[in-house]
Every structure is written in structure tokens, then in C-alpha cells.
């Protein structure tokens, strides 16, 4: 079982989620602790306030009385006013005149209560243990003393117990002074502060979610589109492109390279169709043929003369298939890469007289001069195509070429190039059909497909292939009227 | 019933041609399309079986062409089989269409259904009084009784069933019934007539004195 979206934009969203989580829970943590902690060290300050001014009280009350008396030293009771006269929190002291008038000072007593106000409760034990005194707002249950925290020695410890915050002094004497308050309040505001930070955090995530969810969103679009375009596609809309808005990005790098695709696609998939059509299109009349004559000699008796001529068609029209499906396999043979040549040193000169040799008997039929101006080209070749290309050329040179017209054939080396061309005296082509003729099953000669048999019409498509299988060109020029000139020029070879 | 076809291939237009003489057709031919539209616009066919892809002029343009100036039914023949092509010779005003390779029953059937549609006759089988004729089995009958008849005999009684009612002229049977390559006999047709006359009673045959013929449904 997979748990994790499979979807990217959900897991960048996760991610992106789970992050933003993480580090807003750590800052707001972090800050609501720092808040804690200040308001700890304020109350912690707050408490032990009162101990400082309480405790040079507290040594001079350990002082036998007495000896305070008998020597009278006004210093420490300066020392004493000092310690609580300039407290402005405090607020004004009632007795403070008085004591300092009548010189003997507010006892111990007058200033725990004192100093123990709504909030703060003060509560001192004796050295063993013993509670010597309790304000009356100390807690009822009140934690004893911790047997860890040392006697004698002058040392501060505070505790957090039982809802309350203690600072706990232990004097030189040996008696523990302890200063508590409430910590309820503080706890309130730090659970408000909690409640409020716990709502920004959740706010600061949903906005970041909602943020990182359009961004995410905007910058996987060209994605989706990319898909929908991709499906598109696929199911047979070859003419779909992405719509490319921003060129730099990787994605409309990534785009231009699929619309370039796509377009290659269309185009060989285009010419496929047609092709098919066009192959398709030149199986079935040879057929069509074979079949209606079949059908024609048989749907009654027939003379034998009937039946001869019957099947002579049907085999005019299974040798033309034939001829059909030999010119289709070897351009599907060119198509997919299989057209191998089979080259060796050769004389070019010897077989275009070969080939020319060839064809003279049918350009005598028409009465047609071949005229040939050969110079001795040696090059590599395929033999076997070579020549199959040129009696293409040539065979169509008669086919096209009026009745006493002539053939000129031309094969000369020119500063390292051959160039083979052959001239008919034919109708010509005009530009229309010149920029075709070497297109599969374009037949420039549809007024005169009657005079004679038709061809298969990829003769010149393949003649094209082998020519440019052996590293050559092969030009048409032709004007109507005088005649076309096929040129088919090679760069000599080492 | 006289039929045009227009076909640029030679022994596909041969066949087709001689197939439609044996089914008593009167048959002209054209090998390409320049040809086929100017006989069609010059002649009266019944039907003209017309190919598409042709030199100097294609079918599409022939079809267009002709329906400007003439409704003569057109049964397109073509190696091009997709639906659209279908659609597009059916839009261009094509009364059927047929895709090669096809089997000659199926043209000879569908030329007749076309003609046989084009004369407002749906049913093969048409009675006249006590003769009746079936156009898909090529037979005549008297009172169920079926009578020989040659292709001509047949071809002409055909076509005065279809054209029943209605005085058909000489000129009309000489255009339907004979093609280019018969010699035009005038009294040709007096032959044909005598010996439907002769088969199928005086009556079934009416002369219009310096109008024609008749044959009068019921």
C-alpha cells in the first residue's frame, strides 16, 4: 500500500507543509519559552526584593538585642533605612516615619507583614525545621523545607510547587526565609500567550499552505498542460502544442522540445497516412481489375478467346502488383533504414552504356535517337542499384519523350564532381509538378497514364533514394514544351 | 437504358462497360473526364458511372460541373474508400458511391437501383396491366406466364414501363436504347416495337400518330 500521494503537487505540498510546521512549532516555542522564562525572572526578582531588604533585618534580630543597645550604631539602621526607604514600588510606608523617628525601626513581624502583600506570602522556619513564622495568606498545605537544600551558608534556591513560586533563603544563621506567590496568574497569562501563539502558528501554516498550494499550483501548470497536450495526442489529435509562456524556464525548455516532437510526429505521421492511401489507393485498381474481369469471364459461358484475354488482364494486373509491391518494399526498406548498399570500384562510363544498350530497343519503338557523351568516370557503387536507377531515368526518358524525339545522356568529371545527366525532348513539366516529381506516387504524367503501361509511380522516389544512398544529388530542370533534363551529380570519391 | 462511363483506367472501363451491354444497357465510354462531362452534357444517360480519381478532369469537378446544368443520376466509382470521401461524393450530389474493388453484381444492382430510384420506381417488380416486369431478374411475364425476350426487347420494354403513361418519342428510345456505336436504323426501333407487340398483345404498345408511343398503366 502506497500511503503517499502519487500526485506532485501534493508531495511538494507535504513537504513544503510539514517543513513550515517544523520550523513556525520551534520559533513560537523557542519564543513562548524566552516569554516564560522572562516572566519567571521578573517574579523570581519580585520575591526576592523583600528578602534583601528582610535580611540584614533578620541578622540584626539573630544579634542579641542588648548588644545593639549597649553599643548603639546608628550606621546599620541607616543601612536598614537605606535598604527600605528608596523603594518606589513599594509604594509609600506609613511607619516609616514613625520608625525612623522614634529610632528603634519597625519590628521583623511589622515588616513581613508588611512586605507580604495580596500576593506574596512570606514564611520562615528555624534552623531545625521549625516554623517560626507565617504570613496569613501562606498556603495552608504548606512543602517543607527540602532536606537537600543546605543549611547554614548564605544561599537562594527557588522551587516551583504546588502551583506556587518559592524563593527560599538560607540564612548565615542557619533559619530559612521563603518568599512565595501564586504562580496562577502568571500561568494564565503564559496559557493566553500559548492560546494566542498556538492561533498565530495555525494562521502563518494555513497562509503558507495556501500560499505554497497557488505557487506549487502556478509552476506545475505548464504540467498539466504539457499532459493534457501529451493526451491529446495520444488519442489521435496530432495537431495539439503546448502553449509556451515563459521561454526561459526549464518547462518551456521542456516545452519547445515537445512542440518540436510533436511536430515531427505530425509531419512522418501525415506523410504515412498518405502514403498508406496513396499505396493503398494503387493496390486497389489492379485488383479492382482482377476482379471485375474474373468475375466478368465467369458469370457465363465464354468463348475461349474471352477467357484468353481474361487472363491475359489478370496478369497484366498481378504483374503490375507485383512491380507495386517490389517499389514499396524497397522504400520501406529506405524508411527504416535498411537500404544497404553494396558498394564496389566500378566504371560508371561501361554501365550507363550498359543500361542505355538496354533500353535502345524500346526508344526504337518510338523512333527515338539516343545520343551518348560519355567520359570514364571510376568511382564506388552499387552495381545492381546504379543501374536500376538509371533505367529508371532512362526508361522514363522514352516513356515521356514524343514520338522521333531524342535522348541525350551526358556523364562527364568536372573538377572532382560526376554528373550524369539525361535530356528528353518530352512535353516538360512545369514548376508545379517539378517540385513533386520526386514525391512517392506523384505522377506528373496523368494526361498520358493511357499511352502505354502505367508505372508504379515511386520510380523516381526511389531513384532518388539510391542516389542519395551513394552520397549524390539528383536535380530536375525542365521547360514545357522543350524538355526535362534529370542531373544527377556525385562528389568524387577516394 | 443508356449508361456513360467515365473511367480513366482501360480494362476496368472495358469490363464495366461490356458487363452493363450484357445487362442490356446501351454503354458509352470515356477515359477521362473532359470527355465524360461533355458526352454527359450532350446526351441524355440514364445513369453515368463516373470514376474520381481521372487525368485533365477529376471526378469531383466533372459531378460539379454537371450539376449546374443537369440532375442525370451519378453513381461514383473510386479507390478511395473513407467515409469522408463517401460523404464528400454524396454532398457533391452523388446518387451512390462505390469503392474499388467491387464486385460487378453489386455494381450492375446498385446502377439499377439508382436508375430505378431516379424514375420515382422503388419496387424491382412493376405491373401494366397483364404484363409484368422485374428489373432485378431481367424478366417479362404474361399473367404469370414468363415470356423469352432478347436484351433489346427487354431494354425497350423497360424503358416504356418506366416512362408508362407518358408518350415517349422516337428520339427518346433511339437515346436510351442504343449507344454510340449503333448504327441509328430507323426502323430499327419498328422491329422492336412489332415484336413487343407481337409477345405482349396489340395493346400493350399504343401509337401516338406524329408523337410516339405509349403504354398505358391501369
Redesign the interface.
Known sequence: MNFFPQSIRWRIQLWHTLLLVVIIAALLAAFFQNQREIKYQALDRELNNPITRLLPRMERRRKPPPRTRRLPRPEPLDGFDDEFGPDPESGPRPRRGSDVEDGRGPTLDEVVEDLAGDDIFVIQWDRDGGLRFASENAPEDLTPIPDEIPRGGERMSKRTVAGYREVIHTTPGGSFLLVGTAIAPIEKDLASLQMRLVGIGTLIVGGGFLVGWLLIGRSLKPIGVMSETAHRISDGDLSGRIEIKEDGSELGQLSSVLNETFEKLETSFEHQVRFTADASHEMRTPIAVILAKSQFALSRERSPEKYQEALQTCMDSAQHMRMLTDALLELAKVDSGEFNLDKESGDLEDLTRKVVRMIEPLADEKKIVIRCELAPVKMKFDTQKMRQSLLNLLSNAVKYNCEEGEIEVVLKNVEGEVKLSIRDTGPGMNEGMREHIFERFYRADKVRTRTGKTGTGLGLAITKAIVEAHGGRIEARSEVGVGSIFEISFREQD | MRVLVVE?????RE??A??LR?ESFAVDES?DGEEGLYKALNWDYDIIVLDI?M??LNGWEVLKKLRKEKQTPVLMLT??D?VRDKVKGLNHGADDYL???????ELVARVRAVIRRNGGEHRPEVTVGKVTINTTSKTLKVNDNEVDVTAREYAMAELMIQHRDEVVTRDFLYAHLFDENDESMSNMLDVYVYKLRQKFGKDFIKTRRGQGYIVEGI
Request: glycine share 0%.
Open positions: 480513366d483506367q482501360d480494362d476496368l469490363i464495366v461490356e458487363t450484357e477515359a480519381m487525368p485533365v479507390a478511395l473513407q469503392a474499388k474493388p467491387f464486385d460487378l453484381a
